[in-house]
């Protein structure tokens, strides 16, 4: 394609996935590939029930672009099953706009326990690694149930995201942290979502929202450390 290419708001998948055939060797000419924006039309729409005009408004397109991106993953998806081709998943971000690292498990969670790093307990810090606090919500069907605050453990390569797996934390919101940090929490089954600035308040508001997007983007030093 040429030309201004919109960003369609997604979720990523935690890596990309490969369904194939019982005794099919994989290869390219008995497979078919579903991009990562087609894949997320159709889970909005056949999957969370979702109509056309809505699945068009969470993913920032028009909703004639929503009607292509679904006629290709449901026409490769017949297609694989009528013909006993493989159907891969891809991951990639290219043209894409992430709504969190890895928020598919965590979208359909009713409860959840959500973090912010904070010294003066208003502000998300923008290095969670120098941070006194973590602001912790515990939030079930969108509604904050309780609020406390963590005290942050001695600063070391590896004890946060332990510290938080260690209190049940779900998600981590946060300004910047290196990809290292990044593949620790997920190591913990932490969310992490980049690029937050500002008032706690606000940010969580939209997080709960499903407007706060990650900037799917990791730091080219380690804030951890």
Not at 93 to 105: A, F, P, R, T, Y
């Amino acid at each position: 394609m040429t030309g201004p290419y919109k960003k369609r708001y997604c979720r990523r998948l935690d890596k990309g996935k490969i369904f194939y055939p019982l005794g099919l060797e994989l290869n390219e000419e008995a497979s078919v590939r579903i991009s990562l924006d087609e894949f997320e039309a159709m889970r909005l729409c056949d999957f969370e029930g979702k109509n056309q005009i809505e699945a068009s408004q969470e993913m920032k397109v028009s909703r004639a672009t929503i009607q292509r991106l679904l006629q290709a993953g449901r026409k490769k998806t017949t297609d694989a099953l009528l013909n006993y081709k493989a159907i891969v998943l891809e991951n990639e971000i290219e043209n894409i706009q992430l709504k969190g690292e890895n928020n598919m498990s965590k979208e359909l969670q009713k409860s959840l326990k959500i973090a912010l790093p904070t010294t003066d307990k208003q502000k998300v810090d923008e290095h969670f690694g120098h941070c006194k606090y973590f602001a912790v919500y515990q939030v079930e069907n969108n509604k904050i149930l309780e609020t406390s605050y963590l005290e942050a453990p001695v600063h070391a390569p590896g004890v946060l995201p332990k510290f938080l797996g260690e209190n049940k934390v779900d998600v981590i919101i946060t300004g910047g942290m290196g990809q290292m940090a990044i593949n620790l929490f997920k190591q913990q089954n932490i969310e992490v979502i980049l690029g937050a600035q500002g008032s706690i308040d606000e940010n969580l508001k939209v997080y709960m929202g499903g407007e706060l997007v990650s900037s799917g983007e990791a730091c080219k030093h380690d804030h951890e450390h």
